[in-house]
């Protein structure tokens, strides 16, 4: 991850954007590798979400002696980062920037337009067949307005949502949980996982807004699955 330091700028002042800290992130990155939304003091958690990252029970094989042969290790398949994201109930057509963590300030670098969303370019990409797709976005500006994740606090189960490669290819998933947490509670190895079910995590800001820090105090976090 030694390129971090070259990614997307701080974004402009005033933005609510998904405070996660370059701290946070790689304490989670050394394991595997960022959350509806109400103003409560409770954390909300899905326990259908939780059980995309967990591994399946009852799945203990007979041992198979399997002869041995040198040979390399085969080539890891080529990351195919998102350009696009829809989602139609939102009225969403979002650009999708690949991203990392910005240097200066140990946040996760979301793009500095409130109208574009981040891609986690060190995590699974559109080729992945297991873990989290992770993109972040801004909620919104004082400067800019209304981000492109102003409303998915409010997205609701079965959700269409759909991302799209540089070829045109498309990709849909389907929303499973809506969930919030103080940004210091958030489990991350959850959400920036390389294991589990494949599927895609969006997060944004939510929570009440601390004038005294200009951040929101929550993050709000939408899982969806791969859709049929």
Same mark, same amino acid.
């Given at each position: 991850?030694?390129?971090?330091?070259?990614?997307?700028?701080?974004?402009?002042?005033?933005?609510?954007?998904?405070?996660?800290?370059?701290?946070?992130?790689? #304490?989670?990155? =050394?394991?595997?590798?960022? $959350? %509806?939304?109400? *103003? &409560?003091?409770?954390?909300?958690?899905? !326990?259908?979400?939780?059980?995309?990252?967990?591994?399946?029970?009852?799945?203990?094989?007979?041992?198979?002696?399997?002869?041995?042969?040198?040979?390399?290790?085969?080539?890891?398949?080529?990351?195919?980062?998102?350009?696009?994201?829809?989602?139609?109930?939102?009225?969403?057509?979002?650009?999708?920037?690949?991203?990392?963590?910005?240097?200066?300030?140990?946040?996760?670098?979301?793009?500095?337009?409130?109208?574009?969303?981040?891609?986690?370019?060190?995590?699974?990409?559109?080729? #992945?067949?297991? =873990?989290?797709?992770?993109? $972040? %976005?801004?909620? *919104? &500006?004082?400067?800019?307005?209304?981000? !492109?994740?102003?409303?998915?606090?409010?997205?609701?189960?079965?959700?269409?949502?759909?991302?799209?490669?540089?070829?045109?290819?498309?990709?849909?998933?389907?929303?499973?949980?809506?969930?919030?947490?103080?940004?210091?509670?958030?489990?991350?190895?959850?959400?920036?996982?390389?294991?589990?079910?494949?599927?895609?995590?969006?997060?944004?800001?939510?929570?009440?807004?601390?004038?005294?820090?200009?951040?929101?105090?929550?993050?709000?976090?939408?899982?969806?699955?791969?859709?049929?």
């Amino acid at each position: 991850m030694s390129d971090e330091r070259h990614g997307v700028p701080r974004d402009v002042r005033g933005a609510r954007r998904p405070h996660l800290s370059r701290r946070a992130i790689l #304490a989670a990155v =050394g394991a595997a590798l960022l $959350a %509806g939304c109400a *103003d &409560s003091d409770q954390d909300s958690v899905s !326990a259908k979400v939780e059980a995309l990252s967990s591994p399946p029970h009852g799945t203990d094989q007979p041992t198979v002696q399997v002869p041995v042969q040198r040979g390399g290790l085969p080539a890891a398949p080529a990351t195919i980062p998102p350009v696009a994201l829809s989602i139609p109930v939102m009225s969403l057509n979002a650009k999708v920037d690949a991203v990392g963590i910005d240097a200066r300030s140990g946040d996760f670098a979301v793009p500095p337009s409130v109208e574009r969303v981040g891609w986690y370019r060190y995590g699974p990409g559109m080729e #992945a067949v297991a =873990g989290s797709i992770v993109i $972040a %976005g801004h909620v *919104d &500006s004082a400067a800019q307005g209304k981000g !492109a994740f102003f409303t998915l606090r409010d997205l609701t189960e079965g959700a269409a949502v759909r991302l799209t490669d540089a070829t045109g290819r498309g990709y849909g998933f389907q929303v499973v949980g809506v969930e919030q947490f103080r940004k210091a509670r958030i489990p991350l190895e959850r959400y920036f996982a390389r294991d589990g079910a494949l599927r895609l995590t969006l997060i944004t800001c939510g929570g009440p807004f601390d004038e005294a820090t200009r951040h929101y105090r929550d993050n709000v976090v939408v899982t969806a699955t791969v859709s049929g």
